[in-house]
Antibody, heavy 120, light 110 residues
């Protein structure tokens, strides 16, 4: 069965770099067309797509945040990472990773999310 | 970016029909598919896929849920509404990057 799970620091200070990990099982990111995305949601607000990496290692970013984002994956295709530089209070949110079974497809499986608070 | 507009809230009675709308500022159709999807989110939980490509029921989702629409106008219908359906519903387009979501419609019971 497909599962995804996010992990992160929980809390960090403004101007630091946020590092998140998405560990998944039940599918292979090396399968043609497969994509894993990062999406975040501030408390009480809607969802914002941040970045994605596909089976071939191609990376996609939300232009509004592109300069601060770096998405990557491990060589065994079991984890996807996201780094956000120069965080501030506006980056406080629950961060989700989600599977997309093909380009332009829906998000069919989501992790439980990891809450990140940016505070001094 | 494609903007998705949803009404903020909807109140319906148990057993009645709920219709949630989502309008986009650009056409999300491409080669015969409408790249519009619907999710349900309950407090403290991750979003759950309900409908993909405008009208396809996701695996394990009861047939009380249905979706329709094309171009720039889409609807999610729940009929009949059950108590467990109280949640926030989001539409999402994947026609163009970046993927964008609506602000969500909170479904409440009368």
């Amino acid at each position: 069965q497909v599962t995804l799970k996010e992990s992160g620091p929980g809390m960090l200070q403004p101007s630091k770099t946020l590092s998140l990990t998405c560990s998944f099982s039940g599918f292979s990111l090396s399968t043609s067309g497969m994509v894993v995305s990062w999406i975040r949601q501030p408390s009480g607000k809607s969802l914002e797509w941040l970045a994605a990496i596909d089976w071939d290692g191609d990376k996609y970013y939300n232009p509004s945040l592109k300069s601060r984002l770096t998405v990557s994956k491990n060589t065994s295709n079991t984890q996807v990472f996201l780094k956000i530089t120069s965080v501030d209070i506006a980056d406080t949110a629950t961060y989700y990773c989600a599977r997309r079974p093909d380009y332009s497809a829906h998000f069919d499986y989501w992790g439980q999310g990891v809450m990140v608070t940016v505070s001094s | 970016d494609i903007v998705l507009t949803q009404s903020p809230a909807l109140a319906v009675s148990l057993g009645q029909r709920a219709t949630i709308s989502c309008k986009t500022n650009q056409n999300v159709d491409y080669y015969g598919n409408s790249y519009m999807h619907w999710y349900q989110q309950k407090p403290g939980q991750q979003p759950k896929l309900l409908i993909y490509l405008a009208s396809n029921l996701a695996s394990g989702i009861p047939a009380r849920f249905s979706g329709r629409g094309s171009g720039t106008d889409f609807t999610l219908t729940i009929d009949p509404v059950e108590a467990d359906d109280t949640a926030t519903y989001y539409c999402q387009q994947s026609r163009n990057l970046p993927d964008t979501f609506g602000a969500g419609t909170k479904l409440e019971l009368k």
